[in-house]
Structures are given as structure tokens and as C-alpha cells.
């Protein structure tokens, strides 16, 4: 009868956690950090983007610009 209920918990508690990771997946906003923008965001959008979150410095932001700007 232990043997049971140990399995009994096991299956809620594995239900659980599958519903939960199932929701959160299928989810909106669980995607949202994934992508930089909407899908119309220019690359120098995009950079300024990463820039503002500090992810890149201003120094490789100056030169990614440029790039993208064409003047090489």
C-alpha cells in the first residue's frame, strides 16, 4: 500500500510539472526575450536595441554601425 501512494504523488506531482512546462512553453511571453523585435525591425533597429539593454558596448556598437551604415 506505501509503494502505492509513493506512486500516486509521483504521477500528480509528474502531471504537474508537465502541465506547467506544456503552458509556459505554449505561452506568448515566454518566447518575447528569444527575439530581438517585431518581425519589421531593421538590423540598425535591432542594434540600438542591444545597445540600450547594454549589450554591447559603445565602442562595438560604433563599429556595427558603421557596418551596417556601409561605411567600412
Known sequence: ???VMIAFWFLIAAAIILFVRHWSH?????????MPGPVGDSPIDVLKM???KGEVDEEEFSK???????DK
Open 1 to 3: 500500500m506505501f509503494i
Open 64 to 70: 556595427r554601425l558603421k557596418l551596417l551604415q556601409g
Open 26 to 34: 505554449g505561452h506568448p511571453e515566454h518566447h518575447a526575450h528569444a
Open 50 to 52: 542591444r545597445f540600450a
